[in-house]
């Protein structure tokens, strides 16, 4: 499942730290963007989006849920089991060998 992306930061962001990094329309009078000319980045448009079907899932077509703790992981098997988990970065190597025993 793979869904199309474009650069929707601001185009003057290459120049100045100062802006944000959301998209806002170009409205100058000399807009190169606004004006849409060869060369210059792509304007987002609504026909990029994703499905709403399809947001939030990865290649196989199940969404991921970050586990920090047994707590968590207890409640996501109970209520849904067809999540994909996935074991945090912050867990020691032994609370991993607990989950991969327990779950596996």
């Given at each position: 499942?793979?869904?199309?992306?474009?650069?929707?930061?601001?185009?003057?962001?290459?120049?100045?730290?100062?802006?944000?990094?959301?998209?806002?329309?170009?409205?100058?009078?000399?807009?190169?963007?606004?004006?849409?000319?060869?060369?210059?980045?792509?304007?987002?448009?609504?026909?990029?989006?994703?499905?709403k079907n399809l947001k939030h899932k990865n290649k196989t077509g199940k969404t991921s849920v970050l586990i920090t703790s047994l707590n968590e992981i207890n409640n996501i098997k109970y209520y849904n089991p067809s999540l994909q988990l996935i074991l945090s970065k912050k867990l020691s190597l032994r609370k991993r060998r607990l989950y991969y025993k327990k779950y596996k």
């Open positions: 499942v793979l869904s199309v992306t474009i650069q929707k930061t601001l185009y003057e962001l290459k120049f100045f730290d100062i802006f944000q990094k959301s998209w806002r329309k170009p409205v100058g009078i000399d807009s190169a963007i606004r004006r849409s000319s060869r060369g210059t980045l792509k304007k987002p448009k609504i026909g990029y989006g994703t499905s």
